[in-house]
């Protein structure tokens, strides 16, 4: 499967704390994005980090990528309630467009 | 601007039953897809469309036909549906003219089949 797989299925932490989230895949990539979604609504994309790529910073949000492990995580700095969501990962080979999502991290902040 | 628009948002059905699920895009994507999510499964593909006249299939295609009616819309048909049809289809778009391209999602259809 091309899918991405994240770890861990499920991250519990208080406000203020950092939280990092894991995606190992095992085809090669073109791309790997990370994706945002609260409950009851659809998928948002936070980031996007391409296969020459190491490292990606978008505001709290700071995505690597290792590409010879297979493997990238998504670090979320100083978490926030509303941060509480779950966490994709989606690769991207050479079909133009099509991504290959993993089944997810349910991060929950408690205030 | 509201992006992706997904009808109904609701619905339930009875096994053997039709039904279409819409689907709307105002960004001038050329590339449309359908994905279904079920718990522990994350999101599978079923059909996408990569440019205005063409689709293919994706992962679990099974039971489900499309239409690319348009450039703004992309349909999902129901023939007979049936228990194991019951998830939440989420529609999505995005440029599709290069690699690397993000995708944009509306909020799901929310489908229950008895």
């Known amino acids: 499967s091309q899918q991405g797989e994240e770890d861990p299925q499920a991250l519990s932490i208080q406000e203020g704390e950092n939280a990092t989230m894991n995606c190992s895949y095992k085809t090669s990539i073109n791309n790997l994005q990370w994706y945002r979604q609260n409950s009851g609504r659809g998928l948002v994309h936070l980031i996007l980090i391409r296969s020459n790529e190491r490292e990606k910073h978008s505001g709290r949000l700071r995505v690597t990528l290792d590409t010879s492990k297979k493997s990238s995580s998504l670090l979320i700095t100083a978490s926030r309630a509303a941060d509480t969501a779950s966490y994709f990962c989606a690769t991207g080979g050479s079909t133009l467009g099509r991504l290959y999502f993993g089944r997810g991290t349910q991060l929950t902040v408690w205030p | 601007n509201a992006g992706v628009t997904q009808t109904p948002k609701f619905q339930v059905l009875k096994t053997g039953q039709s039904m279409t699920l819409q689907c709307a895009q105002d960004?001038?994507?050329?590339?449309m897809y359908w994905y279904r999510q079920d718990p522990g499964m994350g999101l599978r593909l079923i059909y996408y469309?990569?440019?205005?006249?063409?689709?293919d299939k994706g992962e679990v295609p099974n039971g489900y036909n499309v239409s690319r009616l348009n450039k703004r819309e992309f349909s999902l048909r129901l023939e007979s549906a049936a228990p194991s049809q019951t998830s939440v289809y989420f529609c999505?778009?995005?440029?599709?003219?290069?690699?690397?391209?993000?995708?944009?999602f509306g909020d799901g259809t929310r489908l229950s089949i008895l």
């Open positions: 469309s990569a440019s205005e006249g063409t689709t």
């Open positions: 960004m001038n994507h050329n590339s």
């Open positions: 999505a778009s995005s440029d599709g003219q290069a690699l690397n391209q993000p995708q944009h």
